[in-house]
């Protein structure tokens, strides 16, 4: 499988300055990326997956080498479909560690052509989630800081409960 293409799965619901953070300087490093959301059947999400890959795309527009998909079931089996040897990852915090240890080392005994990198999230972004994001958003509070600017808006009146 091919070791310059990552892929760089999640939920997305919806993307942070966080991830994308992380996308910016994995493109920096991988030739190609593809963000890939996953498609999860028993979690009904804030956003669709087309709203989500609407926002990643607004939000991604200055990142040339990157494409957006999204997938079901597991990530292995779609890193094999896409012909991608490595799993991109951010780590925030310690408490990440332990999850994204098991998973990374599940992945690679399920798949051992496919490696996991992982990228230390940038500090001010080290206590942001997307769960935290709707949580601010549906109180009204500010997300500036804590979405790409292209999306806040859309976001912002997307969450806002009815008062
Ligand atoms: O946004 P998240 O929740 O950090 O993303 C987690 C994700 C989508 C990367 C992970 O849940 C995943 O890969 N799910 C697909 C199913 C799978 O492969 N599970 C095995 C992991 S050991």
Request: glycine share 6%; aromatic share 8%.
């Amino acid at each position: 499988m091919r070791s310059d293409v990552c892929v760089y799965a999640g939920s997305f619901d919806p993307i942070t300055s966080g991830h994308l953070d992380i996308i910016e300087r994995g493109a920096a490093i991988f030739p190609k990326m593809i963000v890939a959301i996953l498609r999860n059947p028993s979690k009904k999400g804030a956003f669709s997956i087309e709203e989500r890959l609407g926002m990643l795309r607004k939000s991604c527009a200055h990142v040339s080498n990157v494409t957006f998909d999204s997938f079901d079931g597991l990530l292995v089996d779609y890193m094999r479909k896409v012909d991608a040897g490595v799993i991109l990852r951010g780590l925030r915090a310690v408490s990440d560690f332990e999850s994204e240890f098991q998973m990374a080392q599940l992945n690679r005994q399920m798949n051992s052509d496919v490696e996991t990198f992982f990228l230390m999230t940038s500090p001010k972004h080290a206590y942001l989630s997307s769960s935290a994001v709707r949580e601010i958003a549906s109180f009204g509070g500010d997300i500036s800081e804590f979405v790409p600017a292209p999306i806040v808006a859309e976001v912002a009146i997307a969450l806002r409960k009815e008062q």
